[in-house]
C-alpha cells in the first residue's frame, strides 16, 4: 500500500466513524462503552481534529469518578484500570492542542488515581484483563505523562517516574526468554500483549532513561512478532485486531530501534492484509464478519500511523503514541 | 457463517439439526437477531452466546481445549456446559439443549 492509496480510505473510513457519531460520542450520553470512546478520540488525535472536537473531550473529562477513574460507561461509578488509562492518555494527548486547564485537572485526578492503586511489586490489577495487560495501560500513560506532563510540578513528576519504574520492572520481570509475553489465562499465544508491550518496554531507554537497556529485549520481541506472522500477513488465524496490533507495533519499534529493514516486509504485509479485509465499510474482528466499531477505529488509527511510519522523519511516528512533544 | 436456522415464533427454538454438526463441528445461528454458537464436543452438542461479554468478541472464532472456550480477542475463557468464566466478572450465557427428533431444540 502506498500513502497515496491510503489517503482516500481514510477519509472515506473517518466520514463513516461521523455518521456514526452517536453510538460513540461522549457528548451523546453516559451509556456509551468508555474504551469505544477512548478508541474514537485516538482517531480525533491523529486525525489533528481536537481543536473542533473540544466538546468530545471535555465530555470524556466530565464523566471521570471522584477517585480520578473511569468506568466501564461513563455512568459506572466503579474505576476500572484498563479504561481509566485509555482515557487518562486520551484527555493528556488531546490537552496538548486544548491547553484546558479543566482537563489538565483531569488528568492529575487521574495521575494520583493510579499512583493510589499500583501494587507493592509494581503491577495494577483489573479482573477483566490479566495483570500484564492491566498494567501496560498506566505504563503507557505514565510514558506520556513524563514526557508531555510538564505542567505537573517536580513532586508529583517524581512520584509519577517512581512509580512508573516499578511497573517498567514488572513488565520487563515478565519478559519470557524467546522475547515475548505470555498469560496462560488470558494471552497463552502472546501475540497481541508481546506487540502492547514491546512498544511500552521501548520508552524506557530510548524516551526517558538509558538505564533499563530494553532494546535487546524489545528487538527480540519484535523478532518473535515477525516469526509469528503468517504468509498472508495476518498474526493469530486471521485475527484483525491482533494484526492491526502487531503491525502498529512493529512500525513504532522498527522505527525507535532503527530495524526498518528486517521488520519492513511484515508491516507492508500486515497493511496489505488489513486493506484486503476491510468491509465496506469499516473493519470486523475477522474476515466476513459484521463491522465492529471499535475495530474500525484500530483500523483507522493504524493507517494514520502508517502514514506517519512512511514519512522520512522517523520522529513523527512517536507522536502517534504520544512519546513526542 | 452465520445462518439465519428454522427458528419458531414462540419458544422453544429449533437452532439446527443435530446431523449439522458432527463431533468437533461448531456452528452459529441467530435466532431474533441474536447469535448462538453452538459446539459438539464429545458427540454432545453445547449452545451459548456467541458475543464474549467482555468486549463482544466472536466466539465462534474461539479455541477450545476440552470444554473451555477461549476468546478469540482478549482471551476470556469459559466453560461451555456451565458458562463460568473462572473468576472474570462476568460468566457466558449459556442455552441448555436437548435433541427432537434429530433438531436440536433450546429456550432462548
Not at chain 1, 519504574?165 to 505470555?182: E, H, N, V
Not at chain 2, 458458562?83 to 431444540?105: A, M, Q
Request: hydrophobic share 35%.
Amino acid at each position: 500500500m502506498t500513502p497515496e492509496e491510503i489517503e482516500p480510505i481514510i477519509e472515506s473510513e473517518y466520514a463513516y466513524l461521523r455518521t456514526e457519531y452517536d453510538n460513540w460520542s461522549p457528548t451523546t450520553g453516559e451509556e456509551h462503552d468508555l474504551e469505544l470512546v477512548a478508541h474514537a478520540l485516538r482517531v480525533l488525535i491523529h486525525k489533528k481534529v481536537v481543536e473542533t472536537s473540544t466538546s468530545e473531550f471535555i465530555a470524556l473529562g466530565a464523566q471521570q469518578n471522584e477517585d480520578g477513574g473511569w468506568g466501564q460507561t461513563g455512568a459506572a461509578n466503579e474505576s476500572k484500570i484498563w479504561v481509566a488509562a485509555f482515557c487518562g492518555l486520551m484527555l493528556i494527548r488531546g490537552n496538548q492542542v486544548l491547553e484546558y486547564e479543566r482537563i489538565s485537572g483531569s488528568v492529575q485526578l487521574a495521575i494520583r488515581y493510579f499512583l493510589d492503586t499500583q501494587q507493592p511489586d509494581g503491577r495494577w490489577c483489573d479482573p477483566s484483563w490479566a495483570d500484564l495487560d492491566a498494567t501496560s495501560h498506566p505504563v503507557s500513560f505514565f510514558n506520556v505523562v513524563l514526557v508531555l506532563g510538564k505542567e505537573f510540578g517536580t513532586t508529583m513528576r517524581k512520584k509519577v517516574l517512581e512509580s512508573w519504574k516499578k511497573g517498567m520492572q514488572f513488565i520487563l520481570d515478565s519478559q519470557a526468554d524467546d522475547g515475548g509475553w505470555y498469560d496462560q489465562e488470558f494471552h497463552p499465544t502472546g501475540v497481541e500483549i508481546t506487540a502492547h508491550l514491546i512498544q511500552d518496554s521501548l520508552v524506557a531507554d530510548v524516551m526517558i532513561e538509558n538505564v533499563m537497556r530494553v532494546s535487546r529485549p524489545c528487538r527480540k520481541g519484535a523478532q518473535l512478532l515477525l516469526s509469528l506472522q503468517s504468509e498472508s500477513g495476518s498474526w493469530d488465524n486471521d485475527n484483525v485486531d491482533h494484526t492491526m496490533d502487531c503491525t502498529r507495533s512493529l512500525m513504532l519499534v522498527s522505527r525507535m530501534l532503527g530495524i526498518e529493514r528486517e521488520c519492513d516486509p511484515a508491516i507492508q504485509a500486515g497493511m496489505d492484509w488489513i486493506m484486503q479485509h476491510k468491509n465496506e465499510q469499516g473493519w470486523p474482528d475477522f474476515p466476513g464478519m459484521d463491522t465492529n466499531l471499535e475495530r474500525t477505529c484500530d483500523g483507522l488509527d493504524t493507517m494514520l500511523k502508517y502514514l506517519a511510519y512512511s514519512e522520512e522523519d522517523c520522529m513523527k511516528i512517536m507522536r502517534y503514541w504520544g512519546y513526542l512533544a | 457463517m452465520s445462518e439465519s436456522p428454522d427458528a419458531a415464533a414462540s419458544q422453544p427454538v429449533v437452532l439446527a439439526d443435530a446431523d449439522d454438526i458432527q463431533e468437533g463441528g461448531r456452528k452459529e445461528v441467530v435466532v431474533e437477531n441474536r447469535k448462538i454458537a453452538i459446539f459438539n464436543v464429545d458427540g454432545q452438542c453445547y449452545a451459548v452466546n456467541a458475543i464474549c461479554p467482555h468486549r463482544g468478541g466472536p466466539l465462534i472464532r474461539g479455541t477450545l481445549d476440552g470444554y473451555r472456550l477461549r476468546c478469540p480477542i482478549h482471551g476470556w475463557a469459559f466453560d461451555i456446559r456451565t458458562g463460568d468464566s473462572n473468576g472474570r466478572p462476568h460468566d457466558l450465557e449459556i442455552f441448555p439443549l436437548r435433541c427432537e427428533n434429530g433438531r436440536l431444540v433450546a429456550e432462548v
